[in-house]
């Protein structure tokens, strides 16, 4: 089985690659717009992003990567930190319904968490994908068993928080992929799992991909 070949998720997916690609050009006219103007100190997310501007999801390429480790890994519990408008989520949660297991992913943004919840549907992957709304640093507390691939792509300067909260969680071989690492404000995680030896680490263009040895 491929679920990537569905209709119903290839579909969905189709849709949200052109209107990501469309965000991209009003990301870069932001950026550009931001770097011209004088540094404003803020220890806090970028506000337009999160009221749900702005797209922010894996490309097609990053997306398959993600479905194919997922995938051949045979991973059962699955979790997204930062699902954005779902992109990556198909992706992951296509490879769960494929390996009978199961993705959990987060999404603090509400307006966010309403198009994922109605994306889920469409493209029938509700029995194998869990929303969580709100703080991931609280709601993935409650995530029972273990987990086999965590995949980070939320806020850069939360992903070693992350990592520490769901590292005694992480099942022996399992994956971490962590997104954008080439962020600043990813320095603090790529710095710490470097040195921890508990993991093994290779970077795929500006992902990092760990392998937790136990």
């Not at 579909?11 to 770097?35: M, V």
């Not at 273990?146 to 071989?173: I, N, T």
Request: charged share 20%.
């Amino acid at each position: 089985m491929n679920s990537l070949s569905d209709p119903l998720i290839r579909a969905e997916l189709d849709r949200l690659q052109k209107e990501a690609a469309l965000d991209g050009e009003r990301w870069s006219a932001r950026k550009a717009a931001q770097q011209a103007e004088p540094p404003v100190q803020n220890s806090g997310p970028d506000p337009l992003i999160r009221m749900g501007e702005f797209y922010l999801g894996v490309s097609a390429a990053e997306g398959k990567l993600l479905y194919n480790l997922a995938r051949s890994s045979g991973s059962q519990t699955v979790v997204e930190f930062g699902a954005s408008y779902g992109i990556s989520t198909l992706y992951l949660g296509a490879a769960a319904r494929d390996t009978g297991g199961r993705l959990v992913t987060t999404e603090v943004h509400p307006d966010k968490c309403r198009a994922i919840a109605e994306l889920i549907q469409r493209a029938g992957l509700q029995d194998h994908v869990q929303l969580l709304e709100g703080d991931a640093l609280e709601t993935l507390k409650g995530v029972e068993g273990r987990v086999d691939m965590l995949f980070l792509d939320g806020w850069k300067s939360l992903y070693l928080p992350m990592l520490e909260l769901m590292a005694p969680r992480l099942a022996p071989g399992a994956l971490v992929a962590a997104d954008n690492v080439d962020h600043e404000a990813a320095a603090p995680y790529v710095a710490a799992i470097a040195a921890d030896t508990r993991f093994v680490t290779t970077s795929v263009g500006d992902m990092e991909l760990s392998c937790f040895t136990g």
